[in-house]
């Protein structure tokens, strides 16, 4: 089975979109992938609980989710890193 990317004008906001998520997902979708993509986010996910100590929660997870998605465009986890630090002026994009 591949990935097919699909797109959504609004994606929806916790709680609801735990109640979405219930109701469409009867079984894990792509277990194989699983494993590998927790280890790949790991030390992102890391990264963004410290960053969030000294700067905000909504900071750290924007920082964390720019970071991420280079990677999944294909950038390298360092290139990734360095981008997203590069756009930040004293904390702040």
Same mark, same amino acid.
């Given at each position: 089975?591949?990935?097919?990317?699909?797109?959504?004008?609004?994606?929806?906001?916790?709680?609801?979109?735990?109640?979405? $998520?219930?109701?469409?997902?009867?079984?894990?979708?792509?277990?194989?992938?699983?494993?590998? *993509?927790?280890?790949?986010?790991?030390?992102? *996910?890391?990264?963004?609980?410290?960053?969030?100590?000294?700067?905000?929660?909504?900071? $750290?997870?924007?920082?964390? $989710?720019?970071?991420?998605?280079?990677?999944?465009?294909?950038?390298?986890?360092?290139? $990734?890193?360095?981008? *997203?630090?590069?756009?930040?002026?004293?904390?702040?994009?």
């Amino acid at each position: 089975m591949s990935y097919q990317p699909q797109y959504t004008n609004q994606f929806p906001q916790y709680p609801k979109s735990e109640i979405w $998520a219930e109701q469409q997902i009867k079984q894990p979708l792509y277990p194989h992938l699983k494993s590998h *993509v927790l280890n790949i986010i790991d030390p992102f *996910v890391k990264y963004g609980l410290e960053e969030a100590k000294h700067t905000s929660y909504g900071h $750290a997870l924007q920082e964390i $989710a720019a970071m991420t998605y280079l990677i999944g465009k294909g950038m390298d986890t360092k290139t $990734a890193y360095l981008t *997203v630090e590069s756009w930040e002026i004293n904390e702040k994009f």
